[in-house]
């Protein structure tokens, strides 16, 4: 309440109201008079304090306004950020300044003449020649000596049947084989290669496995009896190792090669075959057989072999050269007759 009726400061309206009742409260000694002046007074000031601060507040007001056209004036004077826009290949940079080139893209290189791209699509396909050689190639091989093929290469297929490349002449003549190229293989023609190449991988390792058996039985050392595999046995007991068990234990070796590399088998008779293959394989190695039967069982595996040699892309096994007695394995009994 006392903030209220007084100012802050001895300068302030209401402060020199309220002295000015006091003191007329004093001079009149009650005098309503004196009071009623005071009252007044008292009025007055408050009325002029409060247009003075109606005056502050809207030079305060206006304060604030300027400063807020001051800052929006800054604001329009700063520089704006560059823009960028693409044109072709550079790049242009639009500002106040102008307009400048900020970046350009270096030229692509110029296209290699078809002749040259022909010559360097055949390297990657193993051509090894010079261009000059290339470029008599195409010529031996239908181009025209005035004009070089036009086109993109097409595969296709050559007389023999092998595979090409051929060309599409400018003049709408014939199209010319493009030589040293061929088209990339298929991953079926891969698969089939290697396929291939494994079979016949597989048949010189039988014919060698044949041979290598078919000499050892002729040599006829190896245990080929129920006796002479006891007899072996002892000697392993003592530490012995005798001729005919060393060449049995080869066999048996070559034997199991052969069991587990059954030659490819087509056919109405392929499984009956399969089944006979793999038993006269294992025969070949048993060393309780006598070496007769066991020449057999090795003359059976080869016919076997010669039967399905085409299939399997490797030669046909020559037949054994037969020791003495001639024994012929019978499908039908299960045994040699």
């Not at 106040?96 to 396909?125: C, D, F, I, W």
């Not at 050392?221 to 007899?231: E, K, L, M, W």
């Not at 040699?309 to 020791?323: C, E, F, L, R, Y």
């Amino acid at each position: 309440m006392q903030q209220g009726l007084l100012g802050d400061s001895t300068d302030d309206p209401r402060t020199m109201a309220v002295l000015q009742g006091v003191v007329g409260l004093l001079g009149a000694r009650g005098n309503v008079q004196g009071v009623a002046q005071g009252l007044l007074g008292y009025q007055g000031a408050m009325q002029q304090a409060k247009q003075q601060a109606a005056l502050e507040e809207d030079r305060a007001m206006r304060r604030q306004m300027a400063e807020m056209k001051l800052r929006a004036a800054a604001q329009l004077l700063q520089p704006k950020p560059a823009d960028y826009k693409v044109v072709g290949d550079a790049l242009l940079q639009v500002g106040p300044g102008g307009v400048k080139e900020a970046y350009r893209a270096p030229a692509k290189p110029e296209a290699m003449p078809s002749a040259v791209r022909e010559y360097e699509y055949a390297r990657q396909q193993g051509y090894q020649g010079t261009f000059q050689q290339f470029k008599l190639e195409q010529q031996r091989a239908g181009a025209s000596s005035t004009s070089v093929s036009y086109g993109t290469p097409v595969a296709a297929v050559d007389a023999q049947g092998n595979p090409v490349f051929i060309q599409p002449a400018k003049d709408g003549g014939a199209p010319a084989i493009i030589p040293g190229m061929r088209p990339p293989k298929s991953a079926a023609e891969e698969r089939a290669e290697q396929e291939k190449a494994g079979r016949e991988r597989q048949g010189k390792q039988m014919l060698s496995a044949l041979t290598d058996a078919e000499n050892i039985l002729k040599g006829g050392r190896a245990t080929a009896s129920g006796i002479g595999n006891v007899v072996d046995a002892g000697a392993r007991v003592v530490g012995v190792s005798t001729p005919g068990a060393q060449d049995a234990a080869r066999l048996e070796s070559l034997s199991g090669w052969l069991v587990s590399n059954v030659p490819r088998m087509e056919g109405p008779q392929s499984n009956y075959d399969v089944q006979t293959y793999m038993t006269m394989a294992g025969k070949v190695g048993d060393r309780t057989t006598p070496i007769p039967e066991r020449m057999a069982a090795l003359q059976e595996v080869r016919r076997l072999q010669q039967k399905y040699a085409s299939i399997n892309g490797t030669p046909a096994a020559q037949a054994p050269v037969n020791q003495g007695q001639t024994l012929r394995w019978n499908p039908n009994t299960g045994s040699f007759d």
